[in-house]
């Protein structure tokens, strides 16, 4: 076992021995690892979480995140990779390891899970774009094997048919499941029989979608099964997530039931700030991460911290950007902000000073933060 400090948190690694790998396309594999039963308990895992891996790419050795396609019943750890370009970490993992080498890998994290409701009547909407499919696709697996009543739909896009990963997999799950799952695939750089699935899934496909596919009853404009959805499942680059959750939003579900995973690197923010401020310049912030004391400065107040601190790099923890999830939560030492939203901190920690930094407006000319809470 190996432990070190990533993403702003301790994390434990273990050597795991890869039982399979396969090419899915020309630009992304499958990856398998077997648990033993000595580390079951450390890999016990929610739908939708990740593990990270660490590996030799190129000269050096790197960490990366990595979705699990498996869900938590199937007691294995199942990863979708996609190869960006020859030259890539990814890249680099498909062709140096094989199977019965042992890799790295970390006890899973991640905050793209739902509270399971066996004994609910659901209705969970997802929507992917390609590798995003990888923790959907672990989700819905676990949600048809321990929710009988819950009914899903997935909007899964991808450039062309060639691109489109785990459609077997997610076919004979349809097919598996009665009616209890549709699926519906839409392209966007291949022309489609039916052009409602030609293009990108964004705010307008999500209305066409609304209003023509989840449309129930014809003498009623109305009649929608959206309005049913209790919880919304989105995964793929920023821009989509950006434009869908907002959208989700605006057609009425709550932030709260809107869950997201960011599958790069993505400096903005998902909801907009809707609320003005009077404008402070140059706010000298203070902060404490891991027992280290950082210093900067902030052009200004129009974003909010974490967002700010994002841009000048600093390795800050932070998953749904919105206010539900807690991972950027810190306590305000000295300043003055403004929580917007929140969905995750109690009374009691509000009043003893903690804060969500994605959801915070600095309002003092100083502040500090200290994001080590234990
Ligand atoms: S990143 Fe999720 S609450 Fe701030």
């Known amino acids: 076992m190996e432990q070190q400090i990533y993403k702003g948190k301790l994390t434990k690694f273990h050597w795991l021995k890869i039982t399979k790998k396969e090419e899915l396309t020309k630009n992304t594999f499958s990856l398998e690892f077997e648990i033993p039963e000595s580390l079951k308990e450390n890999f016990k895992f929610d739908a939708g979480q990740f593990v990270s891996i660490k590996f030799h790419s190129h000269t050096k050795d790197v960490i990366k995140d990595y979705s699990m396609t498996s869900a938590p019943f199937e007691e294995k750890i199942a990863l ?45 909407v997802g929507f992917a774009a390609g590798i995003g499919i990888t ?20 909007f899964f896009s991808n450039r062309t048919r060639e691109d489109l990963i785990y459609r077997e997999q997610l076919d004979n799950l349809a097919r598996n499941c009665g009616e209890r799952l549709q699926i519906f695939y839409f392209y966007s750089q291949e022309k489609t029989s039916n052009t409602f699935f030609h293009g ?6 999500l209305s066409l979608i609304i209003n023509q596919i989840l449309h129930l009853d014809d003498t009623d404009e ?65 902060f404490k991460m891991f027992n280290k004391e950082y210093c900067t400065e902030l052009p200004d107040n129009n974003d909010k911290i974490l967002q700010q601190l994002l841009i000048q790099k600093f390795d800050v923890p932070y998953s749904c950007k919105s206010g539900i999830c807690g991972s950027c939560e810190c306590v305000l030492e000295e300043g ?31 502040i500090k933060l200290n994001f080590d809470l234990s």
């Not at 680099?92 to 970390?106: C, K, M, P, Q, T």
């Not at 990108?200 to 496909?205: A, E, F, P, Q």
């Not at 605006?250 to 869950?259: C, D, E, F, L, R």
């Not at 009691?348 to 915070?360: N, Q, V």
């Open 336 to 366: 003055e902000v403004e929580l917007l939203e929140n969905e995750y901190l109690t009374e009691k920690e509000e009043k003893k000073g903690h804060i969500l930094a994605c959801m915070s407006i600095a309002k003092s000319k100083k």
């Open 200 to 205: 990108r899934l964004d705010d307008k496909k």
């Open 80 to 124: 979708g990779i996609k190869i960006n370009s020859p030259e890539s970490d990814a890249s680099a993992l498909f062709r140096n390891y094989n199977i019965g080498d042992e890799l790295l890998v970390s006890e899973p994290g991640g905050r793209f899970t739902l509270v399971s409701k066996p004994s609910e009547f659901r209705t969970i």
């Open 135 to 154: 923790p959907i696709l672990s989700h819905f697996k676990n949600i048809l094997h321990n929710e009988p009543r819950t009914r899903l739909f997935l």
């Open 222 to 286: 109305e009649s929608t099964i959206w309005d049913a959805v209790d919880d919304v499942l989105i995964c793929g680059k920023g821009d989509m997530i950006k434009k869908l959750a907002n959208a989700c939003y605006h057609h009425g579900i709550p932030k709260k039931n809107i869950h997201f995973e960011l599958f790069e690197e993505y400096n903005d923010d998902i909801y907009p700030v809707e609320k003005e401020f009077p404008l402070i310049e140059n706010i000298k912030v203070e």
